[in-house]
C-alpha cells in the first residue's frame, strides 16, 4: 500500500478488479437458481472505468439520476440494461431515459470513441422505471405520449419492514420518503395496469422494492418479499400483469471479518420464495452496489501529525470527512491499520475489537475544520508516526462517491490494480479544477 502511496499520493483510492469480479461471481453463482437480472448501483462507485468492467462481467446498472445514467451509457452500457430509480426524478431525466434526443450529451465528443454520436442516437429507451407515486407515472404516461415512445415502469412499495440498519440508511419503512403501502398499490395498477387506459406509452408491469443498506440479516427480505408475493397474487387475480419483481439490494459488506452473511446465505433465504414467480417466468431483478463494491475499495491516507490535547491522542492525516464522510455522517466503522508494521502486529482479522499487545487508542482525524471531522475514535492501533500511511479499508462503497470539496479540498485520485498493474482511474483534483468552473462567470 505505501508504494501505492508513494506514486500516486495521497489521500488515493485503490480499487481491486480481481475482488469486483470475485463478488459479482459469487453473488451470480448463489442466485443462479433465479437467473436475476443484476444491476450495479452506480451510486456506491460510479467511477467509469469500474463501470466499464462491471459491464463486462455482464451487470445491467441501477440509476438514480440523469448523470448515473449518462455515465453509465458512456461507460457502455446499453439502456435497455438500465433500470431507473429514485424518489423524485425530474421531467428532463425521464425525457432524456426515454429518448436520446433530450440527453444532455448531444453535441459531445467522446474523447475515445469516434462513433459515439451515432451510437447515442440509436440508444433508445431504459428498461424500466422504478416509479415512486402516483404523480410520478402521471408524468412518466405525458412525456411518453408527447415523445410517442413506449415506457415501462415497476412500482416501488413500501412494505414496512424493518432492514434493521442506520437510520438514515434504511428505507422500507413506513416513515421513510420511498415507495407507495401496499394498500395503495392496488389502485394505482388499476389506473396505470395493462387494464387500464393509459394507452400504449406507459406499461406499469413490475414491482419493485428495496429496504436499505448494510443489511446483515435475511429475515427482512423473507418479510419483504412475502408480502410482495401477497400483493403479485392480488395484483394477478385483477388482470394485472407482473412480468419483473426487483428485490433491490442492500447485502451488506464485510466491514468485519466474518460479520456479514455468505451471499449463499441470502440466496438459501430468497431463492425458494421466488422461484415459483420464475417458474411462470417473472424476471427478478436485483440492485446489489455496496457488496460488490465496497470491500474492493481501500483509501490510503498520510499522517501529517500527531498530538496529545485532552488527555487524548490525535492521529491527523490528509484524508478526512471530505474523503469519507461515512464515520462522520453514519458512525459508520471502518477498519483501519498503519501500512506498514512488524509482523507481531500484523492483524489476524478486521474487528473493531480488535486486541493485541503494543496497541493504543486514537482519534484518527483530518484535516477538516469539524470537531466531527473524524475517521475513527478511541481506534486501538499500533503507534503511528508523521508520513505514516494508513489504509482504511471497506472503502469502496460511498467513499468517492460521497466526497466533496468541502474546506475547498481537492477530491483524491483513484487507481484500478489489475494483477501487476496500477492504472489511474480518476486524477486527482487541482486547485485550478476547483476555481475553474467559477472564471467567467460574471454578469452570466
Known amino acids: 500500500m505505501s508504494g501505492l502511496a508513494d506514486r500516486f499520493g495521497t489521500p488515493l483510492y485503490v480499487y481491486s478488479a480481481a475482488t469486483l469480479r470475485e463478488h459479482v461471481s459469487r453473488l451470480s453463482t448463489a442466485f443462479a437458481p433465479l437467473a436475476p437480472k443484476v444491476c450495479y448501483a452506480v451510486k456506491a462507485n460510479g467511477n467509469l472505468h469500474l463501470l466499464k468492467l462491471l459491464a463486462s462481467l455482464g451487470c445491467g446498472m441501477d440509476v438514480v439520476s440523469i448523470g448515473e445514467l449518462e455515465r453509465a451509457f458512456v461507460a457502455g452500457v446499453p439502456l435497455d440494461r438500465i433500470v431507473f430509480a429514485g424518489v423524485g426524478k425530474g421531467e428532463h431525466e425521464?425525457?432524456?431515459?426515454?429518448?436520446?434526443?433530450?440527453?444532455?450529451?448531444?453535441?459531445?465528443?467522446?474523447?475515445?470513441?469516434?462513433?459515439?454520436?451515432?451510437?447515442?442516437?440509436?440508444?433508445?429507451?431504459?428498461?424500466?422505471?422504478?416509479a415512486e407515486s402516483e404523480q410520478e407515472l402521471e408524468l412518466i404516461a405525458k412525456v411518453a405520449e408527447e415523445l410517442g415512445v413506449p415506457a415501462r415502469a415497476a412500482l416501488r412499495i413500501n412494505p414496512d419492514v424493518d432492514a434493521y440498519t442506520h437510520a438514515y440508511t434504511t428505507t422500507g419503512k413506513a416513515d421513510n420518503k420511498f415507495g407507495v403501502t401496499i394498500d395503495r398499490a392496488i389502485a394505482l395498477f388499476d389506473r396505470f395496469?395493462?387494464?387500464?387506459?393509459?394507452?400504449?406509452?406507459?406499461?406499469?408491469?413490475?414491482?419493485?422494492?428495496?429496504?436499505?443498506?448494510?443489511?446483515?440479516?435475511?429475515?427482512?427480505?423473507?418479510?419483504?418479499?412475502?408480502?410482495?408475493?401477497?400483493?403479485?397474487?392480488?395484483?394477478?387475480?385483477?388482470?394485472?400483469?407482473?412480468?419483473?419483481?426487483?428485490?433491490?439490494?442492500?447485502?451488506?459488506a464485510d466491514y468485519e471479518t466474518g460479520k456479514t452473511p455468505a451471499y449463499d446465505v441470502y440466496a438459501a433465504a430468497i431463492v425458494p420464495l421466488l422461484m415459483p414467480l420464475v417458474q411462470r417466468g417473472v424476471r427478478i431483478v436485483m440492485e446489489p452496489g455496496r457488496t460488490i463494491v465496497a470491500n474492493a475499495g481501500v483509501l490510503l491516507t498520510r499522517v501529517r501529525y500527531t498530538k496529545h490535547n485532552g488527555g487524548k491522542h490525535?492521529?491527523?492525516?490528509?484524508?478526512?470527512?471530505?474523503?469519507?464522510?461515512?464515520?462522520?455522517?453514519?458512525?459508520?466503522?471502518?477498519?483501519?491499520?498503519?501500512?506498514?508494521?512488524?509482523?507481531?502486529?500484523?492483524?489476524?482479522?478486521?474487528?473493531?475489537?480488535?486486541?493485541?499487545?503494543?496497541?493504543?487508542?486514537?482519534?484518527?482525524?483530518?484535516?477538516?475544520?469539524?470537531?466531527?471531522?473524524?475517521?475513527?475514535?478511541?481506534?486501538?492501533?499500533?503507534?503511528?508516526?508523521?508520513?505514516?500511511?494508513?489504509?482504511?479499508?471497506g472503502a469502496g462503497a460511498y467513499g468517492m462517491s460521497m466526497a466533496s470539496n468541502y474546506n475547498d479540498q481537492?477530491?483524491?485520485?483513484?487507481?484500478?490494480?489489475?494483477?501487476?498493474?496500477?492504472?489511474v482511474v480518476r486524477e486527482r483534483q487541482t486547485i485550478a479544477d476547483l476555481l475553474g468552473a467559477e472564471m467567467g462567470t460574471a454578469g452570466r
Not at 433530450?102 to 428498461?127: C, D, I, T
Not at 435475511?218 to 419483481?245: C, F, M, N, W
Open 94 to 130: 425521464i425525457r432524456a431515459a426515454l429518448s436520446s434526443a433530450h440527453s444532455s450529451l448531444q453535441g459531445w465528443a467522446h474523447p475515445s470513441e469516434a462513433g459515439f454520436a451515432a451510437r447515442l442516437a440509436a440508444r433508445g429507451a431504459v428498461s424500466c422505471f422504478n
Open 193 to 252: 395496469g395493462a387494464r387500464s387506459r393509459t394507452g400504449p406509452h406507459l406499461r406499469l408491469d413490475g414491482l419493485h422494492v428495496h429496504l436499505g443498506s448494510p443489511i446483515y440479516t435475511t429475515r427482512p427480505y423473507v418479510d419483504a418479499i412475502q408480502k410482495l408475493l401477497v400483493l403479485e397474487g392480488e395484483l394477478r387475480a385483477r388482470g394485472h400483469e407482473i412480468r419483473s419483481l426487483d428485490i433491490g439490494g442492500g447485502f451488506a
Open 314 to 393: 490525535f492521529v491527523i492525516c490528509d484524508a478526512g470527512m471530505n474523503a469519507l464522510i461515512r464515520p462522520a455522517l453514519y458512525e459508520a466503522f471502518h477498519f483501519m491499520w498503519p501500512a506498514k508494521v512488524t509482523p507481531e502486529l500484523t492483524p489476524p482479522a478486521r474487528r473493531s475489537d480488535l486486541d493485541m499487545p503494543g496497541l493504543n487508542p486514537v482519534d484518527v482525524v483530518g484535516p477538516i475544520c469539524e470537531s466531527g471531522d473524524f475517521l475513527a475514535q478511541d481506534r486501538r492501533l499500533p503507534r503511528i508516526d508523521p508520513g505514516d500511511v494508513i489504509g482504511v479499508f
Open 410 to 423: 481537492p477530491l483524491p485520485a483513484e487507481v484500478l490494480v489489475d494483477g501487476d498493474r496500477a492504472m
